[in-house]
């Protein structure tokens, strides 16, 4: 099974504010097969955010978190996916 991490960010994170960071899988060069996000995660560099949402993206190409924080220093993250390649089901 091919698989890879890709990762986007870190980005930074409003306060007060959602924020929505996205890691997309890469793009297939293979015919019939497609990147698929089966997992994901976060990274912070400090406290004082929250998650509120962590899923892979409605047409599983990726993987996106939805945070929000208070109005401390300021913060950034990073958004991680899990793909794997995969026959394309259309």
């Known amino acids: 099974m091919d698989m890879q991490l890709v990762t986007e960010g870190p980005q930074s994170v409003s ?3 959602t924020t929505t960071i996205t890691a997309t899988c890469p793009t ?3 015919t019939g097969y497609e990147w698929a996000a ?3 995660g ?3 560099d400090g406290w004082g955010v929250w998650i509120m949402e ?3 993206t409605t047409d599983w190409t990726g993987w996106m978190v939805k945070f929000d ?3 401390r220093d300021a ?3 990073s958004v991680f996916a899990v793909c794997v ?5 259309t």
Not at 85 to 89: A, M, V
Request: proline share 8%.
């Open 69 to 71: 924080r208070d109005a």
């Open 15 to 17: 306060a007060w504010a």
């Open 85 to 89: 390649l995969r026959q394309d089901p």
């Open 54 to 56: 962590s899923k892979p």
């Open 42 to 44: 976060h990274s912070c």
């Open 28 to 30: 297939s060069e293979i």
């Open 38 to 40: 089966i997992s994901g």
């Open 75 to 77: 913060r950034s993250c």
